[in-house]
């Protein structure tokens, strides 16, 4: 094509100055991936040659040098008034005989291809837009379902006139782009009939943490608009980037979005249009696509990532669109940019919010960023509210406009009542640097204007708002400064939505991992009361199991899939690291309290010492659930192909017992040796010490329980608040109890490793078990960089006579 226009064939990459970096990169889609199999849309594009000689017509530049040259953004009636005159000049600007006769003949060329009266989408491109230091996310007009000649003319000129939206002007001035130096394209792109079907947003990254070995895909019904402009909670998945390529399917972690509307093609009177429609509620019980359909756009953004990381001679994450065809049942990819938040952070500087208490929580949503933020809110219904906006004020809304980013940016946080983590709040706020809360259901209801109220997002997944100012701490730390000790020093990981923070720092890998807390967070259902529902006494318990385990094929699977992908994400996390999972170790009381639990826990007067632990494994009362657990395990290790993955048996009194419990995993399918499992103990009974060389003969390995194990060698309960004084693991007979278990199992060719809080707490513990020559220290993640700095001073400065 010639003059004003390009088709997707004919550009690519190097382009940007004609076309601007979101046609580019459609373009560079269309004419080096669409033949790897990889399917585009058609298109064509009006280059900014059109926009920049609208701008020579007629002394335009010059009218626009005097609105826009000393505009005050922070005066909003001023900015309003002159970007409106602003778009009117360039409207009228763009309509010339010329202009109209190519995009027609360019219409009519894809009317050939594609059938008469297509459905089009015209999407803005500006010349700096989707650089890596830049994202101009939602700063620019697209128009959707557009159809016809005289239509399609009327979305172009008000595509090129929104250059000087409001926003676009503002965002300009704070990233130091000249007004003058930035051109507009429009891009024209074949619809896909994503409104019969699905679509939403792909970043090949975790947007939260940066973690980049994960593909983060989100979904709704219709049209993905609805995502981005917060509408909807969407279906969210993980996909393991390493074990993607060595050939295993299969979805990391899934969550299930509320799905609220879908947007579909219609008709406002005689004009075409988007319309928004409910969503049945058993459509919303169900994903929107298919695992093999996550898993083959997983694999398509690791390629579009790969083909642009070579090409900028970097990694480059992406953030990518993507679309159901629900006529021909496709897959295609909608646009593809740089990422450019997450992964420009600072891989140097590690920081971290911790709370220093707890309030009441008013709401909690998805959260968006690490961080902590306090301030008065200020609830926003209509675009009227913002005049009375304040710097500092939280931003309380149902969800966001782009055209409300003047104000968002001297916002501390925001809340919405809608909206995933891939919507337009979430995206600005990453961009900003604030914390925020999104799909917080009933926010704007709760919370009214001037409430003090604290944003919190260094949970993991779940954002809370808490009722006041709560206090809490923030520490950085330098990695390049860290003095890397010989001893490993790992982490005890509490829940999977902290994992991929917590693998960015320097670690080497989990010592601990948790399956109670697992178990309780995710599934909150007795293991026994999902298999044996006949046995459960309340009516109520039973209808709430028959609602959490509705879309799973047997409750059985509910409760595999879900630990598994808790487990998974784990493991995945700081793949090939190992990690360690302790199966479970609820007491009596504690497993009562998960839903059904009651209808099948004895009552003990002393659950501390009653059946914990490795006793329930092989027991009749237990042994089903128990095959639950392995068969989690199994599907980690042996469909996820996370091999990683290590196996820790809790709580094994005697060397009897631990023979029973490898005989039942040998059972369920997880054989010691087999696919190299390795299968530890937790060091945590006087007896594993003692009889350290009989139990090395069953396990790989083991870890030191520091608190089972203190309690049970000084007698003292350490749940008890009166006798709590004499629980210290510095007592003469506990440092005798680490030598004889370190020396022990080094005498046996066995790994030693210490996963209590002991070596954090108190520093010369730590110096002792280093000089001890401990294989490995795993403390809480906030713990990490302290204990490093301790152990590698110990290793530099040994004592001068033997320990």
């Known amino acids: 094509m010639t003059g004003y226009i390009r088709s997707f064939h004919e550009i690519g990459l190097a382009d940007v100055g004609l076309v601007g970096g979101k046609t580019a990169s459609l373009g560079e889609l269309y004419s080096a991936l669409s033949s790897q199999g990889i399917a585009v849309p058609n298109g064509f594009a009006i280059t900014a040659d059109a926009y920049r000689e609208a701008l020579a017509r007629d002394n335009v530049a010059g009218d626009l040098h005097r609105l826009l040259d000393a505009i005050d953004k922070s005066n909003i009636r001023q900015l309003t008034k002159n970007a409106a005159k602003a778009r009117a000049l360039i409207y009228e600007a763009t309509d010339t005989p010329l202009l109209r006769k190519q995009v027609v003949d360019a219409y009519q060329q894809l009317e050939r291809e594609?059938?008469?009266?297509?459905?089009?989408?015209?999407?803005?491109?500006?010349?700096?837009?989707?650089l890596p230091t830049a994202s101009f996310a939602g700063q620019h007009e697209s128009f959707l379902n557009v159809r016809g000649p005289d239509d399609l003319l009327e979305a172009c000129r008000r595509c090129f006139a929104s250059i000087f939206t409001d926003r676009a002007i503002s965002y300009r001035i704070d990233n130091g782009f000249d007004h003058f130096k930035v051109a507009l394209s429009v891009a024209v792109m074949k619809m896909v009939r994503s409104d019969l079907a699905a679509s939403g947003v792909i970043f090949t990254l975790d947007t939260e943490s940066g973690f980049r070995d994960v593909v983060f895909v989100t979904g709704c019904y219709g049209l993905g608009?609805?995502?981005?402009?917060?509408?909807?909670?969407?279906?969210e998945f993980y996909v393991h980037k390493p074990t993607l390529r060595e050939g295993y399917r299969h979805v990391l972690r899934r969550r299930l979005g509320a799905k609220q509307i879908r947007m579909i093609y219609g008709?406002?009177?005689?004009d075409h249009a988007t319309l928004t429609r409910k969503v049945s509620q058993s459509e919303r019980q169900k994903f929107c696509i298919s695992d093999p359909e996550v898993l083959s756009l997983a694999e398509i953004a690791v390629r579009i990532e790969a083909h642009y990381s070579e090409h900028a001679g970097a990694a480059m994450p992406m953030d990518i669109e993507w679309a159901k065809d629900g006529a021909d049942g496709k897959l295609y990819i909608i646009q593809a940019r740089p990422e450019t938040v997450a992964s420009r952070r600072s891989a140097d500087v590690y920081e971290i919010y911790n709370l220093r208490e707890r309030g009441s929580v008013i709401v909690e949503g998805r959260a968006v960023g690490e961080k902590i933020a306090s301030g008065r809110t200020r609830r926003v219904v209509s675009a009227r509210d913002l005049a009375a906006f304040r710097p500092g004020e939280i931003l309380v809304a149902s969800a966001t406009s782009p055209d409300w980013e003047p104000v968002m940016k001297i916002a501390a946080g925001i809340i919405t009542d809608k909206g995933g983590r891939t919507c337009h709040a979430a995206i600005i706020a990453r961009e900003l640097g604030i914390p925020a809360v999104v799909g917080a259901t009933l926010a704007t209801e709760r919370i009214k204007s001037g409430t003090e109220v604290t944003i919190c997002c260094s949970e993991g997944d779940v954002g809370r708002v808490y009722q006041g100012k709560v206090a809490f701490d923030v520490t950085k730390t330098s990695v390049s400064e860290l003095r890397q000790p010989r001893t490993a020093i790992m982490v005890n990981v509490g829940t999977p939505e902290m994992a991929f923070r917590t693998a960015m720092q320097p670690q080497a890998g989990v010592g601990l991992a948790r399956m109670e807390f697992i178990i309780s967070a995710h599934i909150g259902v007795h293991p026994m009361a999902l298999l044996k529902p006949d046995k459960i006494k309340s009516a109520k318990a039973r209808a709430e199991i028959v609602r959490l385990v509705r879309g799973f094929k047997t409750p059985a699977d509910f409760f595999v899939q879900r630990l598994a992908e808790g487990i998974g994400t784990i493991?995945?996390?700081?793949?090939?690291?190992?990690?360690?999972?302790?199966?479970?170790?609820f007491k009596t009381n504690e497993y009562a309290r998960l839903l059904g639990g009651d209808n099948f826990e004895p009552r003990e007067d002393n659950p501390m010492l009653g059946f914990r632990g490795a006793s329930r494994y092989s027991h009749p009362a237990y042994l089903e659930g128990f095959a639950l657990e392995c068969a989690a395990l199994r599907l980690v290790r042996k469909e996820m192909g996370l091999s990683n993955l290590r196996v820790m048996v809790p709580f094994c009194r005697t060397v009897q017992e631990g023979e029973?419990?490898?005989?039942?995993?040998?059972?369920?399918?997880?054989k010691r040796g087999e696919d190299g499992l390795e299968i530890y103990v937790m060091c945590e009974i006087p007896n594993n010490v003692i009889q350290i060389d009989a139990f090395s003969r069953l396990f790989d390995g083991f870890s030191i329980g520091s608190n089972d194990l203190t309690q049970l060698t000084l007698g003292v309960d350490r749940d008890s608040d009166i006798v709590a004084f004499d629980f210290d693991e510095r007592d003469p007979g506990m440092l005798e109890m680490f030598r004889l278990a370190i020396v022990g199992a080094k005498r046996n060719g066995r790994h030693i490793g210490?996963?209590?809080?002991?070596?954090?707490n108190y520093p010369e513990i730590a110096r002792y078990l280093t000089r001890l020559g401990v294989d490995s220290i795993s403390v809480n993640p906030s713990s990490v960089f302290r204990t490093m700095a301790v152990v590698a001073d110990a290793e530099a400065n040994p004592p001068k006579s033997a320990t």
């Open 754 to 760: 210490i996963c209590g809080e002991a070596p954090a």
């Open 660 to 670: 029973r419990v490898i005989a039942t995993m040998a059972v369920n399918g997880l």
């Open 267 to 270: 008709k406002r009177g005689a």
């Open 114 to 130: 594609a059938g008469a009266g297509i459905a089009v989408a015209v999407r803005s491109s500006a010349t700096a837009e989707d």
């Open 225 to 235: 608009e609805t995502i981005v402009q917060g509408q909807v909670d969407p279906d």
């Open 571 to 585: 493991a995945a996390a700081f793949y090939p690291k190992p990690v360690i999972v302790r199966l479970s170790d």
